[in-house]
């Protein structure tokens, strides 16, 4: 089970657009979720949205166009404003013969591959498969067969890439499995003359590294291909379709996602400076209007400066948000790496049976029920300690009998009442709670496991659990941290998390967390440092760690930002403790 900052949830296949092997960034900040390049930009979350709102209205009806909107959406985490009209232009212009869209123009499996993109991401299906289309492409004969007959222009080569692009793609999202062709393509891509071509124009080689990522294969030519990326940007920054080529957001940003995802990883000195300028020219390209009491705002085309224009817009909004840089939605890096691949290309599990879920569900509320009484108990024992109310020490009479009235609603009979023997037999828990057998196994280990849950939070949470501490100032802080990590972050995300695991069990995710409950946790994470620092200084989070020492890996904090960076990860820890023990 996958919890809080995962970087590999379901259902957002707008990675079958800009899909790569995530590498870890150097010269990166810590985030919520996922290291971040801070920009001279903060792009506005609720300005993008309505541009894609009028830009969705008066749409032409083409399919490529429409998907590309769907997945700008999709990137801000958001629904498009009239799904109907999507589904309208979608479906009628589905082929009714090979299933795909476009069929029989060039470059058709990559507008396909998108428009399936879009259906993927609004969690739909097509009203026809594809299955026509893909009987011919098995084998790699059949396949260059297919893609002669429709892609290759031999005056224009990235026609043929494009179309390679299209069909890797698009196979994996329809077949969910990888090609049988990989070592042919690889071949392919690797002899001279053609890693040539796709090497050396940039609208090609990011999308095809791409390719590579999705496929589980290692770049061919590895420093030759970064040594051409570098020598190819521009003055200003950025990069164009090709080497001759002036710059643009669009472009840019797909070479940026790749420099980020590939080849960050502090072995090459130059990579930093040239990720830095590059992304200081697409924040120049960010562009803001306001019409009809409406600001809308987007990425420019050099063709129409100071207008947004969607493709800049939708590749430029993948980048900031892996990177970081749009206000009003927390950082969270999308599901990228070769094992969400693993994970999507596994598919979906079957559904637990009615009585399954019934008895997975009613644990969750059991634990986290327990879990929030028995922190606002302890808590509020530990802060009486603090302001000298009560000598101590904690659990003292009155929290040990309110935490025994907690756990006797996590009883035996309840249980019972949606965990009978055979429905517990059926489901597979974790350790701690992997031998039980009936309902009064389920309610010791599960009490258990939230006791030291929270046993564990709370020590990180208080540096001098047991001592009076005279300073007003200091014990503000300290409050505030307690309440901060356990109510608006802690027991937020165990919620969230809960949630996603009975879709889960559903049959909807393969694993959890999904997009919509990756949004509800990283917005509680993005408010932590600023609630620690409406109480707390620098000064203070150093005085009590002083006096006393936070736990585990926040021993030592010395800033409000380095406390709230430690305490969201101890809490990840601590909430896993919970979840990973119930189906």
Not at 263 to 274: E, I, K, M, Q
Request: a negative charge; proline letters at 7%.
């Amino acid at each position: 089970m996958v919890l809080f900052v995962m970087r590999r949830s379901l259902p957002l296949l707008f990675a079958a657009l800009l899909v790569a092997v995530l590498a870890t960034p150097i010269e990166a900040t810590a985030t919520c979720d996922g290291p971040s390049y801070p920009m001279a930009l903060q792009a506005d979350r609720s300005a993008i949205l309505n541009y894609l709102d009028e830009e969705l209205a008066f749409a032409p009806a083409s399919p490529s166009y429409i998907a590309a909107i769907v997945a700008a959406y999709s990137v801000l985490g958001a629904d498009p404003s009239n799904p109907s009209l999507v589904f309208g232009i979608l479906d009628s212009n589905q082929d009714p013969v090979e299933g795909t869209w476009f069929t029989g123009q060039y470059h058709y499996p990559t507008y396909s591959m998108t428009v399936m993109s879009a259906y993927a991401s609004m969690i739909a299906s097509p009203p026809r498969n594809l299955d026509p289309f893909f009987i011919p492409l098995q084998t790699f004969p059949g396949w260059q067969v297919h893609l002669y007959a429709y892609e290759y222009l031999p005056s224009n080569p990235v026609v043929l890439w494009g179309g390679i692009i299209g069909y890797t793609h698009l196979y994996v999202l329809h077949e969910r499995s990888l090609p049988p062709w990989i070592p042919d393509l690889m071949a392919f891509a690797s002899e001279p003359a053609n890693y040539l071509e796709w090497r050396d124009t940039n609208h090609v080689r990011d999308r095809m590294i791409e390719v590579f990522n999705i496929l589980g294969e290692p770049i061919p030519n590895a420093a030759d291909v970064l040594d051409t990326i570098i020598a190819q940007q521009n003055l200003d920054g950025g990069w164009g379709a090709d080497a001759a080529s002036p710059s643009n957001a669009d472009e840019t940003s797909h070479a940026l996602l790749t420099l980020i995802r590939n080849f960050a990883d502090g072995s090459d000195p130059r990579v930093p400076a040239v990720i830095a300028s590059g992304l200081a020219f697409v924040a120049s390209q960010y562009v803001e209007a306001t019409t009809s009491g409406l600001t809308k705002a987007g990425f420019q085309d050099a063709a129409s400066p100071g207008l947004p224009e969607l493709s800049n817009t939708l590749s430029s909004l993948a980048l900031l948000v892996e990177t970081g840089n749009i206000e009003g939605l927390p950082n969270f890096i999308f599901p990228l790496g070769d094992g969400w691949w693993d994970v999507f290309l596994a598919g979906n599990p079957p559904p637990m049976g009615k009585d399954e879920r019934r008895c997975a569900s009613k644990l969750r509320k059991f634990a986290q029920a327990y879990l929030k009484k028995r922190l606002d108990v302890m808590r509020g024992c530990y802060d009486a300690v603090n302001d000298g109310s009560i000598a101590g020490p904690c659990p003292d009479a009155a929290a040990q009998a309110a935490i025994a009235a907690a756990q006797s609603k996590v009883s035996t009979a309840k249980i019972e009442q949606r965990c009978p023997a055979a429905t517990i037999s059926a489901l597979k828990f974790g350790a701690g709670c992997e031998t039980a057998t009936n309902a009064a196994d389920l309610s010791s280990c599960l009490i258990a496991a939230v006791d030291s849950s929270s046993s564990r939070a709370l020590s990180v949470q208080y540096a001098q659990p047991g001592a009076y501490i005279a300073d007003a100032g200091e014990r503000n802080c300290q409050k505030m941290i307690s309440r901060t990590l356990s109510r608006s972050y802690l027991l937020k995300a165990v919620k969230a998390s809960g949630k996603c695991l009975g879709k889960r069990d559903k049959g909807k995710y393969a694993v959890c967390n999904d997009l919509k409950s990756r949004r509800k946790i990283n917005s509680a994470c993005s408010k932590v440092e600023n609630k620690l620092a409406a109480a707390c200084s620098d000064a203070r989070v150093q005085a009590l760690d002083s006096a006393g020492g936070f736990g585990f890996s926040c021993a030592g904090a010395s800033s409000v930002a380095g406390l709230a960076d430690c305490q969201v990860a101890e809490h990840d820890v601590a909430g896993k403790m919970v979840l990973d023990l119930l189906p």
